[in-house]
């Protein structure tokens, strides 16, 4: 697969690998013009499923303490991945993926990497299928991972 590949129909493109994966993000969400956080879905054949889920304003601090009905008082990041574990698991779908939208250049700030080593941990944690997070900016779609 090259840059020059075109994806033609995103919701039944295969994108097996993450080179794959970059350019569906790339073609889905195009380039950054917000600040915020997209779980994306995929089934058993690494093709995206609905529902695409954005999520803005989220605290800087992935630690910071929310209190959920049925789970108490919990990091807010470890809220998000249990919430979207129950939506992968209602739809059917078997990965996860974060993409991490920021309108600025190439370069994450602390707190994105602080909420990207959270979500993996998390993910960990809960048994949740994160097949990986990227970082999209001006520049497109980057893989990235936890530290």
Known sequence: M???TQITDPRSFEARTDEALELLITRLLGDASAECAWFLF??????????????????????????????GAVPISELIVERMGSLLSMIG?????????????????????????AIADAASN?????????HLSRSGARLVSAE
């Open 2 to 4: 090259t840059a020059s």
């Open 42 to 71: 995929l089934d058993h054949r690494s093709r995206v499923i609905d529902p695409l889920m954005p999520i803005d304003f989220l605290p800087a601090d992935p630690d910071e303490l929310s209190d959920a009905p049925d789970l």
């Open 93 to 117: 779908a078997t990965e996860l993926v974060v993409v991490w939208e920021r309108s600025g250049g190439s370069m994450l700030d602390a707190d994105t990497r602080r909420w990207i080593t």
């Open 126 to 134: 809960l048994g949740l299928p994160l097949r990986a997070q990227f």
